[in-house]
């Protein structure tokens, strides 16, 4: 039985191995040609660090035995938002309604993802970042998490597209902060240390425009690599969503991992179901030959 460190994470499907050669060595080709390798990674990606997915989020049961998991004092608070669409809290609007309440979830991630480790697909799409730079070329992961796991698993090269958990800003200097204190804020929303505004979180609500400088770099990543990889995201969050489309109808070879179907699986390249933690491993096992 693997080990999951996610809990409520369904039985592995059949491993599907010519898929994982094809795959390798299609990025073997891009490498030999010192080409680009652009990458959007989702939820899915950092599930095995125990961090539940954004839509499963409210798997209340998963996300229950999780919050247990961390021992951690807000669990009894996790009905708090249990009740609550995240979509709705992930708003201008939800934080308006009730900056408490969103502060308190934000907070509560922060500290979860603080305690959280990389998972080995973390650490995979480090690995094919410094096989790209070897070979002479480009690696560019853009993810759509706020949980830094990407970056404390040594990638180097990561684009924040909906921002970060760990950066909150003073609501009337726009000043920025990070926040990276392990223990509760303990005021909702929490005071800006210089001027004692109150501060929001530095992440992208939905309806809000993503940081123009990502947008360009998605969007010459997108018109430049020979490979895309989406991996672990539902693929229906725009732009973001947009991006595996735009590079398959360049002509990129795209190739998808993820545990269920998506709406981009039906034009993809390849499409492998099942955890990035597994999958990416084997495809850096195969694209070195071991
Ligand atoms: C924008 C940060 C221009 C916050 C997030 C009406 C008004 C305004 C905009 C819109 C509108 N209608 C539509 C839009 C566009 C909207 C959008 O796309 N909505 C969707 C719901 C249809 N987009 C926006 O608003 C964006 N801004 O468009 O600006 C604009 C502005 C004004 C007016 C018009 C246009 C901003 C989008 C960013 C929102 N912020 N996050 C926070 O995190 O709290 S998005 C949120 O969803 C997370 O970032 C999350 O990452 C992202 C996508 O979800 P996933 O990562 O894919 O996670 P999910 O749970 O969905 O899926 C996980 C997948 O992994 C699953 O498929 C699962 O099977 C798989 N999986 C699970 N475990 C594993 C696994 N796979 C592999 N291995 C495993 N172990």
Not at 28 to 46: H, P
Not at 99 to 126: F, I, M, Q, S
Not at 240 to 268: H, K, M, Q, W, Y
Request: glycine share 6%.
């Amino acid at each position: 039985m693997p080990d999951h460190t996610a809990p409520n994470l369904p039985p592995d499907p059949p491993i599907d191995e010519p898929a994982i050669h094809r795959a390798a060595e299609a990025i073997r080709r891009c490498l030999d040609d010192r080409g680009t390798i652009a990458i959007v990674t989702g939820a899915g990606c950092s599930a095995e660090s125990g961090i539940p997915t954004f839509r499963g989020f409210f798997a209340a049961a998963g996300n229950e035995a999780a919050a247990r998991l961390d021992n951690d004092p807000d669990a009894v608070e996790l009905p708090l938002w249990a009740n609550n669409d995240p979509i709705a809290l992930a708003t201008p609007q939800g934080f308006a309604r009730d900056p408490e309440l969103v502060t308190r979830w934000y907070d509560w991630r922060r500290r979860r993802c603080l305690k959280a480790k990389p998972n080995p697909g973390h650490l995979a799409l480090a690995e094919l970042e410094r096989l790209a730079h070897t070979a002479g070329g480009d690696c560019e992961l853009f993810t759509q998490n706020i949980d830094r796991l990407h970056q404390r698993s040594g990638s180097q090269t990561v684009h924040e597209l909906h921002g970060s958990l760990y950066r909150w800003r003073d609501l009337h200097t726009n000043e920025e902060h990070e926040l990276l204190n392990p223990e509760p804020l303990g005021t909702y929303p929490p005071p800006a240390p210089d001027t004692g505004n109150p501060m929001r979180p530095c992440v992208v609500w939905f309806g809000e425009m993503l940081p123009p400088e990502v947008i360009r770099a998605a969007e010459h990543a997108v018109q430049s690599c020979t490979v895309f990889m989406s991996i672990g995201t539902s693929a229906v969050v725009y732009p973001a969503a947009g991006f595996a489309e735009a590079a398959a109808d360049r002509g990129a070879f795209v190739i998808e991992i993820n545990l269920e179907p998506t709406p981009l699986s039906a034009s993809v390249d390849i499409t492998l179901r099942g955890r990035s933690a597994l999958l990416l491993p084997k495809i850096i096992a195969a694209l070195n030959g071991t």
